[in-house]
């Protein structure tokens, strides 16, 4: 199965609305915004400096970014053009903020140009990293940090018992919409061979148990499932009731572990 992330243009206009709606979720909810603010509170960019959000799907933590770092400069870069429309269009009024439509793994940016690159949640939806950790670093200055924050998808559940169905939509989710669901564990070799230090390295768990943060889980694998005639509408329906179910009844449970490294492009 292809990972719909890694070439959001390629799915239908009615997949990228479920896409786009589930990054703007995702981005706003209430357990996720300490992963977010994890990183960017260790940040300090100078007055004037560049922070380039590579992969920045519709801008949800680009904004955010740009909002924290107001004497900053914010560029969102995303390959998806239908995804980067939505970043503009939802952008508000930021005047330190833009976007671009371009690929990580060759950024219309001059060597050195960055003070910080951000990749945050794209290294999972990529066949090889590699290209994207060697290019954010070419863009950063000697000194300048990358941010990957990445989730741990080998990890993620959303079950309250064995064979629970909302559990299976979690695990056909990562099945079908993650590349590599075991990145995390690769990272700080990824960042060495880019011949970056590795200055900082931690986990925290997103646990969602109210509300529709995990609700993309069920809607993008239960779609898929419909799509390819593996089950009917009635039951995709159904699925996406039992989450509202539980978020109402105080059962939601889903979990799944982010990983954020920070390292260093070192001074020689
Ligand atoms: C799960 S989304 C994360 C979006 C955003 N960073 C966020 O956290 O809301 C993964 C993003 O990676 C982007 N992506 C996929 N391949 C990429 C590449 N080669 N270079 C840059 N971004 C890429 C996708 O288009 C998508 O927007």
Not at 128 to 148: F, Q
Request: charged share 20%; with cysteine; aromatic share 6%.
């Amino acid at each position: 199965m292809s990972d719909p992330f890694a070439n959001v243009d390629a799915a239908s206009p009615e997949f990228i609305e479920i896409i786009a709606t589930a990054l703007e979720v995702r981005a706003a909810d209430p357990s996720m915004l300490p992963v977010i603010d994890g990183f960017l509170d260790r940040l300090a960019p100078p007055d004037g400096g560049l922070i380039v959000d590579i992969g920045c799907g519709t801008g949800g933590v680009t904004r955010r970014i740009a909002d924290r770092f107001g004497r900053a400069n914010v560029l969102g870069v995303e390959p998806s053009a239908a995804l980067t429309g939505k970043a503009w269009s939802l952008a508000g009024d930021h005047p330190n903020l833009k976007f671009r439509n371009g690929d990580g793994a060759a950024l219309d940016l001059a060597d050195g140009s960055a003070d910080i690159a951000i990749l945050h949640t794209v290294l999972s939806h990529v066949a090889d990293p590699s290209p994207l950790v060697m290019e954010a670093t070419r863009i950063l200055r000697l000194g300048g940090t990358l941010v990957v924050c990445d989730a741990d998808f080998s990890k993620a559940a959303l079950g309250l018992a064995p064979g629970d169905p909302l559990d299976s939509c979690a695990r056909a989710f990562v099945a079908g919409s993650v590349t590599d669901a075991w990145l995390t564990g690769k990272l700080k070799p990824l960042a060495r061979a880019a011949g970056l230090t590795v200055a900082h390295f931690d986990t925290a768990i997103r646990v969602v148990t109210d509300g529709i943060g995990n609700l993309v889980w069920v809607r993008m694998a239960a779609a898929r499932f419909v799509t390819e005639g593996v089950i009917g509408q009635p039951l995709a329906d159904a699925l996406e009731a039992e989450y509202h179910r539980r978020a109402e009844a105080g059962t939601l449970y889903g979990f799944l572990p982010f990983v954020t490294m920070i390292a260093v492009k070192a001074e020689r």
